[in-house]
């Protein structure tokens, strides 16, 4: 079984800024695909972005530009910098890692974007 922990979510006016952290109880490895999804009330989880080999990333249309994940496999951690956010943006966000034995998700942070 592995653990995910979610951090940084909260309550941020429209252009602010957040940094969500995601750390995994399990060694990470470059191999390993992680990724950031959202659920906004009322709405289905949807994909927001994803780091996989390499370090190539894919993003939802609606955050290019103002969202970036990056990862510390050291630190067995996957960020997501949220710049510019909008009302829109507000859901609980969801950190997921893909290993040979599975995928895990994390219990989800708050981001509310909100003036």
């Known amino acids: 079984q592995v653990q995910l922990v979610e951090s940084g979510g909260g309550l941020v006016q429209p252009g602010g800024s957040l940094r969500l952290s995601c750390v995994a109880s399990?060694?990470?490895?470059?191999?390993?695909?992680m990724g950031w999804y959202r659920r906004a009330p009322g709405k289905q989880r949807e994909l927001v972005a994803t780091i996989t080999s390499g370090d190539s990333t894919n993003y939802a249309d609606s955050v290019k530009g103002r969202f970036t994940i990056s990862r510390d496999n050291a630190q067995n951690t996957v960020y997501l910098q949220m710049n510019s956010l909008k009302p829109e943006d507000t859901a609980v966000y969801y950190c997921?890692?893909?290993?040979?034995?599975?995928?895990?998700w994390g219990q989800g942070t708050q981001v509310t974007v909100s003036s």
């Open positions: 399990r060694k990470i490895f470059s191999t390993n695909v």
């Open positions: 997921n890692v893909n290993y040979l034995l599975g995928t895990f």
